[in-house]
């Protein structure tokens, strides 16, 4: 029997005969579009052209998953070209042994952490082959082939290529939180879509918190009817979620956030909570006081029914207990629990807290699922089994626990809700220098999840905030350390943005959405000049900006500041532009510079009378004058600078304090040229 390994092996050596390439000439490059970078590429020249009679064949034990992934992958293509195929629905039954796309694996393979996901796709003049062990490896290998599809003057093409790709971590993943702001089931259908374009294969669902219990649950209505206004999804939805997802090879884990975040479960049953009071849906952000009560019985008996269900509903393996920012206030202030506390003789709360995970991870297990939490859950009482999910906390204590033999995920570094830019996200590998040196511990890094609190995120701006950048979160967990050039992230994020649209994410056109309704009828064109070069302010500055109490469920999301940037484009281009002057003036940058200035110094004019019409806009009124202000102090330096009177150092230091006074302009939003701006006018 020929294995996978030895075909593949033996497929390789043909492919370099027939391609005629001779060890000694020098490979070519192309530039590419692919994202995540796979792990090996080998390009030739020539190009597989496309044209109508392009037909699609599935061997192997390839199953209903990979039809359907290979009939939405030639209706992608179908759409990007304008060809029409021939081929209508790709089925097993329904072969074309003449087709020049055969797709092969050996078994259909196990949603399940750790399955293979590896593929090889071979592209060459005369047909294309992807080969994979599992259907998990076909969807990814479908995926790359689609991103490499180019064009030139005689029409479409893929280049002649061979990829041999696999993931570097087995969990890729990006967690939706949905209980802070509900997102109704064709945004998360629509995410799961973005991720599989991107390779991710693990959708986290944050369920529940103060603000909000999103699922349906029999056992217990109250917890759906009473803390959700309405906005949960039925179990039904769930259905339709996990097999979309699965369909997609992506797991779904659900997280009920325990034993603080839980004020929505409250709402319908108060006798869960650790103080006998009448609660409502909590409104505003942060860490509250109320908690689970881990003293009384009846708390694990309705957990142990809650999961159950739960986990019934759930097919994957992991369940996510939450377990974060519990303070242990109110279990101070209920005689009964402090008692307990003294009966058991713990020394602190954390003693507590850590008997409350205990119990819920034996109820876990009964229902055969394998617990997953915030890093708070650790202590090491715990079997090794317990996934430890990294944030902020027991960062420092990260490696010690990897080598007490945890297995843990990152999303230190992954928060989408502090507004960072996407080099900041790209950059820092799950295996943190900073705080792992160790190879053992690295090895027990399974991944990470990119993480979208959602206080300031609506369903129209779920997909804003989380792509594109995470596309380039998606790379870091996928593509080999080694791949951290981030001029080439950028340069392909911006098409891998555009092509997100194609299977259906609303991120760019909802910001245009978005524009239009702050500016009425009018052009929306320097509303996005302006966003080009402002970002809303970092980490959770936001909340304190200007008055700490604004920002609660029912604040409006819908401001300028909302529909902008966590990385300001234009700015970014202009600090490129600029880094490279200073370094070497030359004539071309200096007019690709001054293009930008003007354009900023002519905004302003165009900006205001919309501004004006509409209240909703005084806000940014002085941020628009102050780009145009910003960009007039540029270009008349520039001119000075060359005219033969030159400009004094007196004139500049006044300039120079102009535009630092620029940077602490009082709202929710900063400027992002001013740096350059400042070094272009020094240098
Ligand atoms: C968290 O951000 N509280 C997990």
């Keep these: 029997m020929i294995t996978y390994k030895k075909r593949y092996f033996f497929v390789v050596i043909i492919f370099f005969l027939q391609s005629q390439i001779i060890m000694a000439m020098p490979a070519i490059e192309r530039e590419h579009t692919l994202m995540p970078i796979p792990k090996e590429i080998l390009w030739d020249s020539g190009e597989f052209r496309l044209d109508e009679s392009f037909r699609i064949n599935v061997v192997g034990e390839a199953g209903d998953r990979t039809f359907k992934a290979a009939t939405r992958a030639l209706q992608r293509l179908s759409g990007r070209t304008g060809l029409f195929f021939e081929q209508d629905y790709i089925t097993g039954i329904n072969q074309s042994p003449e087709a020049g796309f055969e797709l092969m694996c050996y078994r259909p393979g196990e949603l399940k952490l750790g399955e293979d996901e590896s593929y090889r796709l071979r592209i060459s003049s005369r047909e294309i082959i992807l080969e994979a062990e599992t259907e998990l490896g076909l969807l990814h290998g479908l995926e790359t082939w689609l991103q490499l599809l180019m064009a030139d003057e005689e029409g479409y093409f893929f280049p002649v ?23 109704p089931v064709h945004v998360i259908l629509q995410n799961i879509d973005a991720m599989a374009a991107v390779k991710m294969n693990v959708l986290h669902l944050h369920l529940s918190d103060d603000q909000g219990f999103r699922v349906e649950s029999k056992a217990y209505p109250l917890l759906h009817e009473m803390g959700s206004d309405g906005n949960y999804f039925t179990q039904c939805q769930i259905h339709e979620i996990v097999s979309y997802a699965a369909e997609r090879g992506i797991r779904v884990v659900p997280e009920f956030d325990m034993p603080s975040h839980t004020t929505s479960w409250f709402v319908g049953y108060p006798e869960l909570s650790s103080k006998d009071t009448l609660y409502t849906i909590e409104r505003s952000w942060g860490i509250k006081d109320p908690g689970m009560n881990p003293a009384n019985e009846y708390t694990y008996a309705f957990l142990d029914t809650f999961i159950g269900e739960m986990a019934s509903l759930f097919p994957d393996a ?10 242990g206030k109110w279990w101070k202030k209920n005689p009964e629990i402090v008692a307990f506390i003294d009966s058991m003789g713990f020394e602190t709360t954390h003693n507590l807290q850590a008997y409350f995970v205990k119990r819920v991870y034996e109820i876990v297990q009964k229902h055969n699922k394998l617990m997953i939490g915030w890093g708070e859950i650790y202590n090491p009482d715990l ?3 317990v996934l430890i999910h990294f944030w902020s906390p027991r960062m420092k204590e990260m490696e010690s626990i990897l080598l007490n033999g ?34 053992l511990a690295a090895q027990n890094i399974l991944g990470g999840e990119a993480a979208s609190w959602a206080e300031f995120v609506t369903q129209e701006l779920t997909g804003l905030r989380i792509w594109p950048r995470t596309a380039a979160i998606a790379e870091r ?22 092509r997100l649209e194609e299977v259906g994410l609303d991120h760019l056109k909802n910001r245009d959405m978005m524009f239009r309704r702050l500016a009425g009828q009018r052009d929306i064109s320097s509303l996005h000049v302006l966003a080009g070069v402002v970002e809303p302010l970092k980490n959770y500055s936001r909340h304190r900006a200007v008055d700490k109490k604004r920002y609660v469920q029912h604040a409006p999301l819908t401001r300028f500041v909302d529909a902008a940037w966590s990385d300001a484009p234009d700015a970014r281009r202009f600090n490129m532009l600029v880094q490279k002057y200073i370094q070497q003036p030359t004539p071309e940058l200096e007019t690709e510079i001054r293009k930008m200035l003007q354009i900023w110094a002519e905004n302003h004019k165009k900006l205001e009378p919309i501004i004006n019409a509409n209240p909703i806009l005084w806000e940014i009124h002085t941020l628009s004058e102050d780009l145009s202000l910003s960009a007039n102090i540029g270009l008349m330096v520039l001119d000075k600078k060359k005219s033969w009177r030159g400009v004094s150092s007196k004139d500049i230091d006044k300039y120079v304090q102009q535009l630092e006074e620029m940077k602490h302009i009082p709202g929710e939003l900063s400027f992002q040229h001013l740096d350059a701006l400042i070094a272009l006018i020094t240098a």
């Design 383 to 385: 079997p090794q089994e």
């Design 318 to 327: 992991y369940f996510h207990i939450g377990g974060d920012e519990n303070n």
């Design 406 to 439: 945890y297995k843990g995920i990152v999303s230190n570094g992954y928060y989408l809700d502090y507004f960072r830019k996407t080099e900041y996200h790209y950059l820092l590998d799950p295996v943190r220098p900073e705080y792992i040196s160790d190879s």
């Design 477 to 498: 967990f996928w593509s080999p350390a080694n791949v951290r050039d981030v001029e080439d992230m950028y340069r392909r994020l911006e098409i891998v943005s555009i």
């Design 161 to 183: 290529v061979l990829i041999e790709d696999e993931p570097r971590f087995p969990w890729r993943g990006l967690m939706i939180d949905v209980a802070r702001h509900f997102q």
